[in-house]
């Protein structure tokens, strides 16, 4: 039973510290769509409860898919999706997606190779393709295409601030019921139509930990678990009811500490307040372990169903500590993917020099697809070539994408390796039947 000092704690947390459910997401079968209610239920839910819901939106079956069956131009597609996107309201629909890590089914290819022209084409279409997995190994032949198309994206939209690139992604054991973008999609496995959520509320985090300077690292963790159960209570809340107001399954929620560019809304600055100078110096990557665990812990105990991404995320563009690493070089690109290790993801709207080349992009693809092979983890890469612009320039995206700057990259070419084509076998510990 909720008291009256829980809900007047959580008016104070959305109030002051930035508390918000950052996403409803709809997944759908093409087979048995019907999102049209969608928004205006979550609008109805915001206002009755006072809860803000940051984003509204959908995820289809994969798209590569549909093309395999279809034949013809993906892109028509991406094109009717847009046209879904407007009618019914939503900020994004995720699904222009393919699962390569086994090989290209018929449909892979056509829709990977259109990836860039149909980002450039649309406003609300989010892409992913899955190039490897603990139980397939990774697929190199996917990794070298996937850096090329990384850089068409950009260079499509170099007008833009490379946007069509910020709206892609690439996934190692990529999870099928993902309510973040860009990598949802819904997955082959899930009902016709589900209901998944994604929370927000580092600043809630951060806050509680500023409360208590002299406290312990273990106390710490301990702090982090509570707090994490309130945050995810709300989004078990909203995630029951919209099922139910909708009149279809309720999915997950993503236990999810997910950054945002707001001042107070800040992974990085959670860790500065456990003790760090700044985010990206010594000790970055066990203070982000730790909250990583802690909130798992705290927020298993808060849902009757987590699944998606679930910890904490490091997006550079979408978080103000983060941005401000970047631009004062305390945080480097080989300091991200040590921390991607053990946070929810990878490497997330990092901004590289424009004339990185695709080789170097898939390079970066095939380390981190390793990380998550290995440690039967879920990892990604989302980088963003700065057309025309060098290191310490600035992309700014607006809205929940935010702004970054230009990051140095190794250029050393990784060229023969990724032009050798073929697969990285699974690891042994893949074999677990």
């Given at each position: ?41 979550g ?6 409860y ?6 509204k ?106 946007i069509?690139?910020?709206k ?111 985010c990206?110096?010594?000790g ?6 730790m ?31 983060m ?111």
């Amino acid at each position: 039973m909720i008291n009256s000092k829980e809900i007047l704690e959580t008016i104070r947390m959305i109030q002051d510290e930035c508390l918000d459910i950052r996403t409803t997401t709809m997944g759908i079968s093409l087979l048995d769509c019907g999102a049209e209610h969608l928004v205006s239920t979550g609008e109805q839910i915001e206002k009755e409860y006072g809860i803000p819901i940051i984003n509204k939106r959908v995820s289809v079956t994969p798209i590569a898919i549909m093309a395999g069956i279809s034949g013809g131009d993906p892109v028509k597609y991406a094109l009717a999706l847009e046209k879904a996107a407007q009618t019914i309201g939503v900020n994004f629909i995720g699904g222009y997606s393919a699962l390569v890590q086994k090989g290209f089914a018929a449909g892979d290819l056509e829709l990977i190779n259109s990836i860039p022209r149909a980002l450039a084409e649309t406003e609300h279409i989010c892409s992913s393709v899955n190039i490897g997995s603990t139980k397939a190994g990774i697929n190199m032949d996917a990794v070298k295409i996937m850096g090329q198309k990384v850089k068409e994206a950009a260079e499509l939209t170099k007008d833009n601030d490379c946007i069509a690139a910020g709206k892609l992604v690439v996934f190692c054991n990529a999870p099928e019921d993902n309510p973040f973008m860009a990598g949802a999609f819904h997955g082959v496995s899930e009902p016709d139509c589900v209901i998944n959520v994604g929370v927000s509320g580092p600043g809630v985090v951060r806050s509680a930990i500023s409360k208590h300077p002299d406290y312990s690292v273990n106390e710490i963790a301990e702090l982090i678990k509570k707090t994490a159960f309130k945050i995810t209570r709300m989004g078990q809340l909203v995630g029951v009811e919209a099922s139910r107001r909708l009149g279809v399954d309720f999915g997950i929620v993503d236990l999810s500490l997910a950054p945002t560019p707001a001042v107070g809304d800040s992974v990085a600055h959670i860790l500065e307040e456990i003790g760090l100078e700044q985010c990206g110096g010594a000790g970055t990557t066990a203070c982000l372990a730790m909250l990583n665990d802690a909130v798992k812990k705290g927020g298993v105990m808060a849902s009757s169903s987590v699944g998606g991404l679930s910890g904490a995320f490091i997006p550079v563009s979408e978080d103000a500590g983060m941005i401000d690493a970047a631009r004062s070089g305390a945080l480097t690109i080989e300091k991200l993917e040590a921390m991607t290790a053990v946070c929810s993801v990878g490497l997330d709207m990092i901004v590289i020099p424009g004339d990185t080349s695709a080789e170097v992009i898939s390079g970066i693809i095939a380390d981190e697809a390793a990380i998550g092979m290995v440690n039967c983890k879920t990892t990604a890469v989302r980088v963003i070539p700065a057309i025309g612009k060098n290191i310490g320039d600035e992309l700014e995206f607006g809205g929940l994408l935010g702004s970054g700057p230009v990051m140095k990259v190794n250029t050393k070419s990784p060229a023969q390796f990724i032009n050798r084509g073929g697969k990285i076998p699974a690891p042994m510990h893949s074999l677990k039947n």
